[in-house]
């Protein structure tokens, strides 16, 4: 996915866009909330790894997506964004 990112990114470019990837930690949602309904130690494993020992919001992705859709983030072409609270670099 981060190579086609930054594929798409070099062509588009010179047609006006932009593209860019939101690499999303582990978001607090019905999903997540099932999934670890039946192991909360595993749970606990994982929040013990981020270091806000929270997990995100879908409010909080949203943000990202809307930051990077902006001209405030016109400059901003190919890359991997990771929204984990810093769990990428902390595993």
């Known amino acids: ?5 930054r594929a798409i990114a070099g062509d588009a470019r010179s047609l ?16 997540t909330r099932g999934a670890f309904k ?4 595993r749970r606990d494993q994982i929040l013990g790894r981020i270091p806000s ?8 992705i949203a943000a990202t997506v809307g930051w990077l859709c902006s001209d405030a983030a ?4 190919g890359v991997a964004l990771p ?3 810093g769990y990428a670099v902390a595993t």
């Not at 020992?53 to 909080?60: D, K, N, S």
């Open 83 to 85: 929204v984990d609270d």
């Open 16 to 31: 006006g866009f932009r593209c860019n990837a939101v690499c999303p930690g582990f978001i607090e949602t019905n999903m």
């Open 38 to 41: 039946g192991d909360p130690a």
């Open 53 to 60: 020992h929270t997990m995100g919001t879908p409010a909080q």
């Open 74 to 77: 016109a400059y901003v072409n």
């Open 1 to 5: 996915m981060i190579g086609l990112t």
